[in-house]
């Protein structure tokens, strides 16, 4: 079930609160791959990672219509 157009439901911040953690390993296992260890990760690139899945994914809801599609036409 999708929110209305041009509006949010507590299902899209719960959703998008999973994209920011998703967002933030994703960040943390291709900082770890590029250093090599996990001790010289910077730690605010992963949280900026993290708040740019999330809230990129709030305002794809934010924009799409019930039945999930971006502006009524696209998906």
Known sequence: MFSDFL???YKDFAKGFVM?????VLGLVYSAIQTGT???INWATI???AGAAGIGYLIKN???DESGKVFGRIG
């Open 62 to 64: 934010y924009f799409s």
């Open 7 to 9: 509006t949010l439901n």
């Open 47 to 49: 949280v900026q990672c």
């Open 20 to 24: 920011a953690v998703l967002g933030a």
């Open 38 to 40: 996990l001790s010289t």
